[in-house]
């Protein structure tokens, strides 16, 4: 098993996407600059998507102007399209943009036409357009989404989500994180996938939902198969408009508890990252799905 991981805290992305109502600005900013604060090597902050579409991000430029960075921390922003990468290096060309995007596939046709309303050939052709338009200047990160399963076609063939992680490393991605976008994945499915894909790309991550509670499971199994980037959200917020009942992320202080009991030093202060999801308990006012922030830590796994 690794101990070269990097977790990155997804909350202040796809945590908030789905919450109805729209987080002030400010609060954003203090969260994204805590969880650097607390060791995070990348923080997910926002995403450059249609505000039309996803009201939540209307404020990327302007949180992303307003975050004090920490040096060395990642800073992420998703990037769908074309126009999101230019104001991505508006942002950046002034001063305060992201240093990493990520850029989407989705591994089956129904859910590129829904997600992201394009064709499969299409989207293809966006991920060029997208990697020629960042110009080397942001760290690359792919995803390719439905990756373990999808909510329209069921079972995908594996064979074509790793044809799709050769193809995004080719494209210039520096980084592969397979989604399991609806929480479907079992460990097994992980372990092969991981396992061929770190073939593949210069370094491999795992997007885990704990949907159906197997997302702890898989973070396991993709760390013994050679992933190095794990995604997951303070609290286990975040969720899927495709799986209404789907609750979100694999929580992060309950990935730490684990993984320092495993004796991976993450380096993030587990006691201090907990405070972060009792404050959430009581801003959205309900009990969310991570558990190790309800339960506490237990004196041999040193918080
Ligand atoms: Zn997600």
């Known amino acids: 098993m690794t101990s070269d991981v990097t977790l990155c805290e997804c909350f202040a992305r796809d945590g908030l996407q789905h919450e109805p109502q729209f987080v002030?600005?400010?609060?954003?900013?203090?969260l994204v600059e805590r969880f650097a604060a607390l060791g995070f090597p990348r923080v997910e902050a926002t995403s450059y998507s249609n505000p039309k579409v996803v009201p939540q991000f209307a404020d990327a430029s302007e949180l992303l102007k307003s975050i004090e960075r920490k040096p060395g921390v990642f800073y992420k922003a998703t990037c769908a399209n074309v126009k999101a990468v230019e104001r991505a290096l508006a942002d950046l060309e002034a001063g305060s943009g992201a240093n990493e995007i990520s850029l989407l596939v989705s591994a089956t046709e129904s859910h590129t036409r829904k997600n992201l309303n394009r064709t499969r050939a299409e989207q293809w052709r966006n991920i060029a357009d997208t990697v020629a338009a960042a110009g080397g200047r942001f760290r690359l990160v792919g995803t390719?989404?439905?990756?373990?399963?999808?909510?329209f076609e069921g079972a995908v063939d594996p064979a074509r989500v790793l044809g799709f992680v050769a193809d995004l490393a080719a494209a210039g991605a520096d980084e592969v994180v397979l989604a399991d976008t609806v929480g479907v994945g079992v460990p097994r499915q992980v372990k092969h996938l991981v396992s061929e894909a770190v073939k593949l790309a210069p370094r491999v991550g795992v997007h885990l939902h704990n949907t159906r509670n197997t997302g702890f499971a898989n973070a396991y199994a993709a760390l013994e198969a050679g992933a190095t980037v794990l995604d997951a959200s303070v609290g286990g917020l975040g969720g899927c408009p495709f799986a209404p009942r789907a609750t979100g992320n694999i929580s992060t202080e309950d990935l730490v508890y684990m993984l320092h009991g495993e004796g991976i030093d993450t380096g993030?202060?587990?006691?201090?990252?907990?405070?972060?999801?009792?404050?959430?308990?009581?801003?959205?006012?309900r009990q969310l799905?991570?558990?190790?922030y309800r339960a506490g830590t237990f004196a041999p796994v040193a918080a």
């Open 268 to 285: 993030i202060d587990l006691a201090a990252l907990i405070t972060v999801a009792e404050w959430l308990e009581g801003q959205l006012g």
């Open 289 to 292: 799905p991570g558990q190790v």
């Open 24 to 30: 002030p600005t400010a609060t954003k900013r203090a």
């Open 144 to 151: 390719i989404s439905v990756a373990f399963g999808c909510p």
